[in-house]
């Protein structure tokens, strides 16, 4: 049990698009999910947490704007890159926390994002 | 603000030895510590945790260990094999569910 899935899992866009990533918990409701931006030979860090039904809370220096997050229902969540530059290329990931199981949270598998 | 540090960034070992792996966090709200190991292109996967009511935990190879008085974890992988090849991340999360990681460590098990 606690599958989450990411979609797509590598995405090649071109600069200036839009591009949306999806998690799912596949066999849990997540009250809450995470967004997590890892670049090369870097650690995880944290971009937004979201919450269902309300609006995600950001890090420092994350662009609201930019980042846009839906945290439709206890099962999704949407991060979509607006007008995505080259910089903005990088491995996305989301988890979601379970609350039958405290503090654990489960980790998607990845989003790899290259914009050209 | 919330921060841990973890040591080394690089850590290689000959196939069978031990490998340890450190951190140290700040916020001393934090009560839950998990390790997670991540292969090439792919989402960080929990190999153990522990809690803050807890001193030791053991899985078959792998432990961890909390020093809660001094704000240290770390992680100890005996009898190593090549596949233990990863890179290892420690995490502390504290009441508000917000996930610190560590920098990572990059493990190189030389068969």
């Known amino acids: 049990g606690a599958v989450v899935s990411q979609h797509p899992s590598r995405v090649i866009c071109k600069s200036g698009t839009s591009v949306k990533i999806e998690c799912r918990s596949l066999?849990?409701?997540?009250?809450?999910m995470f967004w997590y931006r890892q670049f090369p030979k870097q650690s995880l860090m944290l971009m937004a947490t979201s919450n269902e039904g309300s609006k995600a809370t950001y890090e420092q220096g994350v662009e609201k704007d930019k980042f846009l997050i839906n945290h439709a229902s206890l099962t999704l969540s949407t991060l979509t890159v607006t007008s995505a530059h080259p910089e903005d290329s990088s491995f996305y990931i989301c988890s979601a926390r379970d609350p039958g199981r405290g503090n654990e949270q489960f980790f998607g598998p990845g989003t790899r994002l290259t914009v050209l | 603000g919330e921060n841990v540090e973890q040591h080394p960034s690089t850590l290689s070992v000959q196939e069978g030895d031990s490998a340890v792996i450190k951190c140290t966090y700040s916020d001393s709200a934090s009560n839950y510590f998990p390790w997670y190991k991540q292969e090439l292109g792919k989402g960080p996967q929990l190999i153990i945790d522990?809690?803050?009511?807890?001193g030791e935990k053991k899985d078959q190879r792998i432990a961890v260990t909390l020093n809660k008085t001094a704000k240290h974890f770390s992680l100890h992988i005996t009898e190593t094999q090549p596949e233990d090849s990863a890179v290892y991340f420690c995490a502390a999360i504290g009441g508000g569910f917000k996930t610190i990681f560590g920098a990572g460590t990059r493990l190189f098990v030389k068969a």
């Open positions: 066999d849990f409701q997540a009250t809450t």
């Open positions: 522990i809690r803050s009511n807890v």
